[in-house]
């Protein structure tokens, strides 16, 4: 089965610093992965997704994602943190598992708290 | 460009009853999936709707049901609601064609609370 892994509940880091959310994956086949952000009371927004091709893939608001197919993993990461990037963070894979459909297997979630 | 809306809100419901939310597509979309976020958690996929008929569906018994329309629009109907049916549910709609895995783009959510 699809599954999705973050390893740490939460994350802190100061403005300023740089930042990685962790993620591994377990899939059959090639994986299709996802990062998405969410607001307080507000839906995910798309961050960025790999499908194929460079490994280092770049999102939206300066994200970045690095997918490392011999560690099973897709760590998101920003160079430089900003307040506002206080957020909940999802990881996600695509289903393959389901004979139909595009549906997403999320993980758990990270809450990224970044300190002024 | 019209993004993914949902409506209500939010809904507080009574053990034993009926809702139904309703999900507008981003514009170009042709596939809405369905998904509950409980709190803590990520979202657990629901079902998919793709051409009005249902394309996929993850481990929720038969009470949760949906339709899609002719304009891509969908709805979620939960029947005989339970107090663990209390979540945040979402909305996504993507534009899937044979090959492509699209991203899907996400709706505000209806946050469900059953008393």
């Known amino acids: 089965a699809q599954s999705v892994a973050q390893p740490e509940d939460q994350v802190n880091v100061a403005e300023g610093n740089p930042l990685t959310v962790k993620c591994t994956y377990s899939v059959s086949g090639n994986p299709y992965l996802f990062w998405y952000v969410q607001y307080p009371n507000r839906g995910l927004q798309f961050l960025l997704k790999?499908?194929?091709?460079?490994?280092l893939v770049k999102g939206s608001y300066g994200f970045e994602a690095e997918f490392n197919k011999s560690q099973t993993s897709f760590h998101l990461k920003k160079p430089s943190a900003l307040v506002s990037d206080s957020a909940l963070y999802f990881c996600?894979?695509?289903?393959?598992?389901?004979?139909?459909?595009?549906?997403?297997?999320f993980g758990p979630g990270t809450r990224l708290s970044v300190l002024p | 460009e019209t993004g993914v809306t949902q409506s209500p809100t939010h809904l507080i419901k009574t053990r034993g009853q009926q809702v139904t939310l309703r999900c507008s597509s981003q514009s170009g979309h042709n596939t809405v999936s369905w998904y509950q976020q409980a709190l803590g958690q990520g979202p657990q996929f629901i079902f998919q709707y793709y051409r009005e008929e249902e394309n996929g569906r993850g481990n929720f018994p038969p009470r949760f049901s949906g339709l899609q329309f002719p304009n891509y629009s969908s709805e979620l109907n939960v029947n005989a609601l339970e107090l663990d049916d209390s979540a945040l549910y979402l909305c996504?709609?993507?534009?899937?064609?044979?090959?492509?895995?699209?991203?899907?783009?996400f709706g505000p959510g209806t946050r469900l609370t059953v008393t």
């Open positions: 790999y499908i194929t091709g460079d490994n």
């Open positions: 996600a894979v695509r289903d393959i598992t389901r004979n139909y459909g595009q549906n997403f297997v």
């Open positions: 996504a709609s993507s534009s899937w064609w044979a090959g492509e895995t699209p991203e899907q783009y």
